[in-house]
């Protein structure tokens, strides 16, 4: 059966070595200022790979997981965005490193990593990347 709990539970412990606080949502920029963190999320929904039989019988489903990576602007310096983004640089190669990761656990994989946008502002004061990969389940 389709534990989402389970499959996050998986993502949040291979994102761990990264060692940056791992959210679920993007949070208030009223909140502890963090000078990086993650926001690890399953945006979407799951889909059925099964060929015939039994719709969900043997548990093998795809969807896709969504990483983003912000990193606080360093209004300090001479080139704010600058060094923002070659912060952003080293902590996307880290992740990027990180895959495929397998939980044979929970029989989940996080594969096929997509950087969809490398460097952007998101006006609170913090630039970002995001990064999408394929979930499977049953491996």
């Known amino acids: 059966m389709l534990d989402i709990a389970k499959i996050k539970e998986s993502m949040y412990a291979g ?3 990264m060692g940056l606080m791992i959210y679920s949502e993007r949070p208030e920029a009223t909140k502890e200022k963090r000078t990086e963190f993650l926001v690890a999320s399953l945006p979407v ?17 795809v ?27 080293e902590l996307t190669t880290s992740l990027l490193g990180l895959f495929p990761i397998i939980d044979r656990t929970n029989d989940v994989g996080f ?11 998101d006006s609170n004061g913090y630039h970002y990347c995001v990064v999408q990969c394929t979930v499977s389940t049953l491996l």
Do not use: H
């Open 45 to 61: 929904g799951f889909r059925s790979r099964e060929i015939g039989g039994q719709e969900g019988s043997y548990d093998a489903n």
């Open 63 to 89: 969807s896709t997981a969504r990483i983003e990576i912000f990193v606080k602007d360093d209004m300090k310096a001479s080139f704010p965005n600058e060094a923002a983004e070659l912060r952003l640089s």
């Open 111 to 121: 594969v096929k990593p997509r950087v969809l946008n490398s460097c952007s502002s």
């Open 15 to 17: 994102l761990e070595p």
